[in-house]
């Protein structure tokens, strides 16, 4: 299996640049995590989706975070327009949910993302 | 505030000894993971521990769960550079999808 996939792998923009990050889960699993790695906060959890329908939204951290699952095999998360302070590793992760497997998730490599 | 505390933050020792990494939390938990980070790259499930009391080995690393499910260690013998990394805990709250994330141990094992 190839894992979960995110892209880019890294990504230098200026501020009030729009930036879109893109993840594809393992196939099969039917939940998707959004979160946000950085020294000071640890890993923040921003958003998951159910099948493809996103269940819990409360950890984006404004109007400017938005994401979305069209369908099972591909997600993104959106910043506009983007700010120094969003500067960090998002990694997508998925989970197969089952109860033979409750809540293990499996993480991509990451975008570590530097805004200008 | 953390509910999950990890200690120590960080450790850094030579390779050959032993140490032990806590994770410890007021609350209960239907489950307790483990995962390991390398620099670049995710986190990677080490292990899943449910039964309270429950042990579980993966060669060098032994994982053991609290009684009451609140607590959780994480140790490792004769330690080898290759466990260098950001070890990462995470407890599952009964129905409930969300983990409840350590704040990590950044392990450094010097040669």
């Known amino acids: 299996d190839a894992g979960v996939i995110q892209s880019p792998r890294h990504e230098v923009t200026e501020m009030g640049q729009e930036v879109t990050l893109r993840c594809k889960p393992i196939?099969?699993?039917?939940?998707l995590f959004w979160y946000r790695q950085t020294m000071m906060r640890g890993l923040e959890l921003l958003i998951y989706?159910?099948?493809?329908?996103?269940?819990?939204d409360s950890g984006m951290p404004e109007d400017r975070f938005s994401a979305k699952m069209p369908n099972a095999s591909f997600s993104t998360l959106k910043i506009q327009p983007s700010e120094p302070r969003d500067s960090a590793v998002y990694f997508c992760?998925?989970?197969?949910?089952?109860?033979?497997?409750?809540?293990?998730?499996?993480f991509g490599p990451g975008t570590r993302l530097t805004v200008t | 505030t953390q509910l999950l505390e990890q200690s120590p933050q960080f450790l850094s020792i030579q390779e050959g000894e032993n140490l032990t990494v806590y994770c410890n939390s007021s609350?209960?938990?239907?489950?307790l993971q483990w995962y390991r980070q390398e620099p670049g790259e995710g986190p990677v499930l080490l292990v899943t521990?449910?039964?309270g009391g429950e042990v579980k080995k993966l060669k060098r690393l032994t994982f053991q769960f609290g009684d009451a499910r609140k607590d959780s260690s994480l140790h490792i013998t004769a330690a080898q550079t290759g466990d260098t990394g950001l070890y990462l805990c995470?407890?599952?709250?009964?129905?409930?999808?969300?983990?409840?994330w350590g704040a990590g141990t950044k392990l450094i094992i010097k040669p």
């Open positions: 989706f159910n099948n493809n329908v996103p269940i819990d």
């Open positions: 995470a407890g599952v709250r009964d129905s409930n999808y969300q983990l409840i």
């Open positions: 609350s209960v938990f239907s489950s």
């Open positions: 196939s099969g699993h039917n939940s």
């Open positions: 992760a998925s989970s197969l949910g089952s109860r033979q497997e409750p809540y293990e998730q499996y």
């Open positions: 521990v449910v039964t």
